[in-house]
């Protein structure tokens, strides 16, 4: 997700509250990728989880990505993640883009919601003039909503400010509801960016299915049906693995 906001970027894996409560084991793995909305829960303090996947996006060129998020749980309401474009490839162009940080402070509403607020900036480690970065620090604020319903559902709502740096700043929304049926959780996500900056409006309509290989495993795949001129449509593939306890 935050890849893709680029700070311009998450599937909804049955994340719910219930993942926040002492009874969990802390190898409960909570994935935030693939879709562009993230879930407002945490790492288990002291434990490390990775996220990756390859994104090919369509157009003219192609851009094909290998996307990483490495999460930390830093205490029971916070967590940093370390996330970027470890290989890029677009055109004639491939190597390293952009890298950022983003530390989410999150807070129960319940036992069955809770809510995030999450800044985030990125560098510019990757070659803007071959199509490989932004080619400037860019930064978001993010705020974030999670409740569980009935019958397994889950919705994450996301809003907020992007491509702070580059401009005119970009709104950014996004509703993404999700349903478990066994090991399978099954998501689509409406999201969308005002025009800012250098870039035109766009938006996308998503549908992703993940499967939990084990407590510490989750494998995800999907597409993205692009909206408007300036959007893109995309296939991805990833996988989602809690490293365990780091400190």
């Not at 719910?16 to 288990?44: G, I, K, M, N």
């Not at 890298?99 to 990125?122: E, H, N």
């Not at 959780?185 to 499967?211: C, I, K, R």
Request: charged letters at 15%.
């Amino acid at each position: 997700m935050l890849g893709r906001l680029g700070v311009c970027g998450i599937p909804c894996l049955a994340v719910s509250a219930v993942a926040q409560t002492p009874l969990v084991s802390p190898r409960l793995v909570l994935p935030e990728r693939p879709t562009v909305a993230t879930h407002a829960y945490a790492v288990a303090p002291a434990y490390v989880e990775l996220e990756q996947g390859v994104r090919v996006q369509q157009g003219a060129p192609t851009l094909t990505t290998w996307e990483f998020n490495l999460k930390i749980g830093l205490a029971r309401h916070a967590q940093l993640g370390i996330f970027g474009v470890g290989f890029a490839h677009t055109g004639g162009a491939s190597g390293l883009g952009d890298m950022g940080a983003a530390l989410k402070l999150r807070g129960d509403l319940g036992p069955r919601a809770a809510v995030a607020l999450i800044p985030v900036a990125t560098l510019p480690t990757g070659d803007a003039a071959r199509g490989l970065g932004a080619g400037r620090a860019l930064g978001a604020l993010i705020g974030v909503l999670s409740a569980d319903g009935a019958g397994g559902m889950h919705v994450d709502v996301n809003a907020g400010t992007v491509g702070i740096g580059a401009g005119v700043p970009r709104g950014f929304a996004t509703f993404c509801p999700s349903r478990a049926v066994g090991p399978f959780t099954f998501a689509a996500e409406l999201y969308g960016f005002s025009a800012g900056g250098d870039d035109p409006a766009q938006g996308g309509l998503l549908a992703a299915v993940s499967v939990r290989l084990a407590e510490w495993a989750a494998l995800d795949g999907g597409a993205v049906l692009g909206l408007g001129a300036a959007s893109r449509d995309q296939l991805f593939l990833g996988l989602t693995t809690n490293l365990g306890r780091a400190f």
